[in-house]
């Protein structure tokens, strides 16, 4: 699901001792992950910046995976030639 995001561990627990003093059953959990977006900001990107840093993110991973790739290649033929020369 590439729209949902991952609370920390820390901020799951602080929502189970909320919850456990309410004495309520559980919310479903999107209710819980909107509860926990409200609450923390950094959960997902609220500014033009920090979605721009995602991206940012993004094509440094792929220019690395590229370079990886690129470095794989190149030994699988230099070990393929070292085996038939």
């Given at each position: ?17 909320r919850r ?6 559980p919310p ?37 995976l590229g ?19």
């Amino acid at each position: 699901m590439p729209g949902v995001n991952q609370p920390s561990k820390e901020q799951v627990r602080a929502y189970m001792r909320r919850r456990l003093h309410a004495r309520q059953p559980p919310p479903a959990p999107e209710e819980i992950r909107r509860q926990l977006a409200g609450r923390h900001g950094h959960l997902t990107p609220s500014s033009p910046a920090s979605i721009a840093l995602q991206g940012w993110r993004l094509s440094v991973d792929l220019a690395w995976l590229g370079a990886l790739l690129l470095l794989a290649c190149y030994l699988d033929d230099s070990l393929q030639f070292a085996k038939n020369g």
